[in-house]
């Protein structure tokens, strides 16, 4: 694609590098019009805990998207047809592939009233996204965090790099007419540990006559968290007098809580598996303040998080 540029980090903490192999996308008719050519809008990032199989590949629901010419050493070149992964809408209008679970980190483009909008599908917790423009063009930042833990029955002393699976960031890319897909390009899949992982790429586009650079960049950085066992709520009142306390359930779904008549603070209190306690305080907020939230992030059973909210109104 002309005027396109790309650049990818891979920083690793002690993890193992697995080699691996993917078709390039092609890079489309040099004399199409750039608006009509597909382009680098994030990244889906897969976690497979089977190391002998491929979970691109081997997706039953792949479709064929035309076709793409390799090349075969001194044999030539060999047309074979595109298999791509298409998103689909679920029942709340966010972008799934189907087939394959994974964490999103990418931004759709469309036009409305005429005007390029961009949105972002996350699937990562404190996921940031912000639109920069200047005269040299635009530039689509986005950044998010997974959490990882230990998975359940886990020994006291395990820690990230005791994971068996591997990590693929898998890049995606958006059609013409708006829809994501998959195409099995992205980086060397990752085993273990922490890392993070940063893709970036350009393209040029024609606005009003004047070529201008549509910049895409996504982060991705992992933390490690410990596993919840509990997590109560306790309200005081003035004087410091423990008013009521409740347990929360941890299952896996937003939760709310009420403030007692009289209280006028409160601690969150997490108490993780290795027996760990964090305890986090809030002033209750006037009539016209906003309501008290507190992050919680729960693990499944591999260890993989999963960020809810616990609201105190």
């Known amino acids: 694609m002309r005027g396109r540029s790309k650049l990818c980090a891979l920083l690793l903490a002690g ?5 691996g192999c993917t078709l390039a996308r092609p890079e489309g008719d040099p004399e199409q019009a750039e608006s009509e050519q597909d382009r680098f809008i994030g990244v889906y990032l ?14 039953p629901n792949l479709t064929e998207m035309g076709s793409e010419t390799l090349a075969a050493g001194g044999l030539g070149t060999v047309e074979v047809s595109r298999q791509v992964l298409l998103a689909e809408r679920d029942g709340d209008g966010d972008w799934v592939f189907p087939g394959l679970e994974g964490w999103a980190l990418f931004c759709t483009e469309s036009l409305e009233d005429g005007v390029p909008t961009s949105a972002m599908a996350s699937d990562m917790a404190d996921g940031r996204f912000h639109t920069i423009v200047t005269d040299e063009g635009v530039t689509n930042d986005m950044a998010g965090t997974l959490y990882i833990g230990p998975p359940e029955g886990a020994p006291a002393d395990w820690t990230s790099y005791d994971m068996t699976g591997v990590w693929t960031p898998y890049w995606v890319y958006q059609t013409a007419e708006g829809g994501p897909y998959l195409d099995g390009s ?3 899949s990752v085993g273990g540990g922490i890392f993070s992982y940063t893709a970036e790429e350009s393209w040029t586009r024609t606005v009003d ?3 201008e650079t549509v910049t895409t960049r996504a982060e991705i950085q992992m933390e ?4 919840l066992a ?3 709520l306790r309200q005081y009142g003035a004087d410091g007098q423990l008013l009521g306390s ?9 939760q709310q809580a009420a403030w007692l008549e009289d209280a006028v603070w409160a601690v969150v209190e997490e108490t993780a598996t290795s027996g760990e306690t964090v305890r986090t305080a809030y002033d209750r907020p006037g009539p016209e303040g906003e309501d008290v939230t507190h992050p919680l992030i729960l693990l499944d059973e591999r260890g993989l998080g999963h960020g809810l909210t616990l609201t105190l109104k």
């Open 15 to 19: 993890a193992l590098l697995l080699s």
């Open 46 to 59: 897969v976690y497979s805990a089977d190391l002998t199989g491929d979970a691109f590949s081997d997706n």
């Open 186 to 188: 992205g980086d060397a």
């Open 209 to 211: 006559g004047e070529a």
């Open 224 to 227: 490690e968290v410990p596993r």
């Open 230 to 232: 509990a997590v109560t």
């Open 246 to 254: 409740a347990d929360i359930p941890l299952n896996g779904t937003d």
